[in-house]
């Protein structure tokens, strides 16, 4: 163990995932209720992994700021869109640096970003609906060298599921059905 990541466990999910490709598949889903205004709760589904059923009880809430017709009673979707990011990241980072051998002390991920609202309200045809982009900073204080830092940033980027999804850009696709 390392940074509280099981190298072992690590490895031998490795080589179940080469061995059973299917065994890699992961599914995720949420549900979220309206509750007023711009309000919602939102639950997780369970999740699989493999043919593995995980159950997963967890809820929060969304809401907007005042200034966004919203109360203010959690995260906005753009924060928890960048903390989604932010998060995968980290997972990434602590990874790599334990497979590398490296202790991490502290580590804090910040993500920002920013739209321009105009275009979610079509105020004006050259607004963009979606945000301008996402930026990252990472403060660690870990053993790594220079080189090793390097390397621990590239894959902690380049192979967040959540980062490469929006970099890449992830169809959205669904339908609306009367109940």
């Not at 205004?37 to 159950?55: D, L």
């Not at 963009?128 to 390097?150: F, P, T, W």
């Not at 929006?166 to 109940?179: D, I, K």
């Amino acid at each position: 163990m390392i940074n509280g990541i099981d190298l072992e466990g690590l490895q031998s999910a490795k080589e179940g995932i080469k061995a059973t490709p299917s065994a890699g598949l992961a599914h995720y889903g949420v549900a979220l209720d309206w509750q007023t205004g711009t309000r919602a709760k939102v639950r997780t589904a369970p999740m699989s992994i493999g043919s593995a059923v995980i159950p997963r009880d967890f809820s929060w809430v969304v809401d907007e700021p005042p200034q966004l017709l919203g109360t203010s009673a959690g995260a906005t979707p753009q924060e928890l869109l960048m903390s989604g990011v932010g998060a995968c990241v980290m997972v990434g980072f602590v990874v790599a640096a334990s497979s590398l051998g490296v202790t991490v002390k502290s580590l804090t991920v910040e993500v920002t970003g920013g739209l321009d609202l105009a275009g979610f309200l079509e105020l004006r045809p050259d607004a963009q609906v979606k945000m301008d982009g996402l930026k990252y900073r990472i403060r660690v204080d870990c053993d790594a060298n220079d080189g090793q830092l390097a390397e621990i940033e590239k894959r902690a980027v380049s192979l967040s599921p959540n980062a490469m999804s929006l970099a890449q850009g992830v169809p959205v696709s669904g339908n609306v059905e009367r109940v």
